[in-house]
């Protein structure tokens, strides 16, 4: 079993700043991406920001704002969110496709979310 684990949402005023985490756990072989999706109310899910081989890959919403990092040893990503308007408010949801000891090709996991608010 693999789990992936978020936590660092909650509410912020506007220009402020939050920092999401999520720890990936379980029978992982091997972390091919970790990534951030994000859902509003009545949208679809849409990319925030992905990191693969340690390069990083923004979405059009999280550029010049957001910045994606990883921990590899502790199978963990980051996203450091600056300049929050209240359109960032969505839940936010951990990504990653990854090896696991249950199945021979990758699979995508992903996190329960975490409720980010932008409100004043």
């Known amino acids: 079993q693999v789990q992936l684990v978020e936590s660092g949402g909650g509410l912020v005023q506007p220009g402020g700043s939050l920092r999401l985490s999520c720890a990936a756990s379980?029978?992982?072989?091997?972390?091919?991406?970790m990534a951030w999706y994000r859902q509003a109310p009545g949208k679809q899910r849409e990319l925030v920001a992905d990191?693969?081989?340690?390069?990083?890959k923004y979405g059009d919403s999280a550029k010049g704002r957001f910045t994606i990092s990883r921990d590899n040893a502790k199978a963990t990503v980051y996203l450091q969110m600056n300049s929050l308007n209240p359109e960032d408010t969505a839940v936010y949801y951990c990504?990653?496709?990854?090896?696991?000891?249950?199945?021979?090709?990758?699979?995508?996991?992903w996190g329960q979310g975490t409720q980010v608010t932008v409100s004043s």
């Open positions: 990504n990653s496709r990854l090896y696991s000891g249950s199945y021979p090709f990758p699979k995508d996991y």
């Open positions: 379980g029978s992982i072989l091997s972390i091919i991406s």
């Open positions: 990191i693969t081989s340690g390069r990083p």
